[in-house]
């Protein structure tokens, strides 16, 4: 039973253009979302993150909108440069019973930017 | 990934072999965790620690044992490989539980033939 849905594997889109990477969930207990990009060869850094109390968080290019009514977080990279081309995981974590130490991943969407 | 350090960076084990994949971490962090990230499989979460001396299992655990040594040092450990575990591992660390996120290390490329 997947919690953490990234349903689309690829996405491809022109330098300066927008990215719109989606995540889907089913745990309505999750209450952490998180984004990480991954290069090849490298592990997954922390990208940006946003907490159930809030519909958008934004920092820098990276902008992520939560919609807690249909269980969405969404992605925005704006412009996108080719330095953005990797997977992109989609992570979630229920901290309503005190202290919870996991984190819930999706499958990754792999972003290509063309120049 | 500064601060998540882990050896090997590659291995080759044949089936039924034993090894222990290494994982330090030096930001005095309290969480640390197994993954592991098949294709097409985004991360799954094998084993956890949520603070030294005690251990939890993720969503993947079997065939897989860990130790948290000491607050610095979670160590994963296949006792008998099989080439279902041939995969690219993980090690994260995290500051306790809540609202935060996880750092990486750089991970292990294990085949197992």
């Known amino acids: 039973d997947q919690q953490v849905k990234q349903n689309s594997p690829s996405l491809s889109v022109q330098e300066g253009r927008i990215s719109i990477l989606n995540c889907d969930y089913t745990?309505?207990?999750?209450?952490?979302f998180l984004w990480y990009k991954k290069y090849p060869a490298e592990g997954p850094t922390f990208l940006i993150s946003?907490?159930?109390?809030?519909d958008k968080n934004e920092d820098g290019r990276f902008t992520v909108f939560l919609n807690k009514s249909a269980k969405h977080l969404s992605l925005h990279i704006v412009p996108s440069q080719p330095g953005d081309s990797a997977v992109y995981f989609c992570?979630?974590?229920?901290?309503?019973?005190?202290?919870?130490?996991?984190?819930?991943f999706g499958k990754g969407t792999l972003l290509t930017v063309n120049p | 990934n500064a601060g998540v350090t882990q050896t090997p960076k590659f291995q080759v084990l044949k089936t039924g072999q034993s090894m222990t994949l290494q994982c330090a971490q030096d930001?005095?962090?309290?969480?640390m965790y197994w993954y592991r990230q098949d294709p097409g499989m985004g991360l799954r979460l094998i084993y956890y620690?949520?603070?030294?001396?005690?251990?939890d299992k993720g969503e993947v655990p079997n065939g897989y044992n860990v130790s948290r040594l000491n607050k610095r040092e979670f160590s994963l450990r296949l006792e008998s490989a099989a080439p279902s575990q041939t995969s690219v591992y993980f090690c994260?660390?995290?500051?306790?539980?809540?609202?935060?996120?996880?750092?990486f290390g750089q991970g292990t490329r294990l085949t197992v033939v």
């Open positions: 992570a979630a974590s229920d901290n309503s019973g005190g202290s919870n130490y996991k984190l819930t």
């Open positions: 745990n309505s207990m999750f209450d952490y």
């Open positions: 946003i907490s159930s109390i809030k």
């Open positions: 930001m005095n962090h309290n969480s």
């Open positions: 620690s949520a603070s030294e001396g005690t251990t």
């Open positions: 994260a660390m995290k500051e306790g539980g809540g609202f935060t996120e996880a750092f």
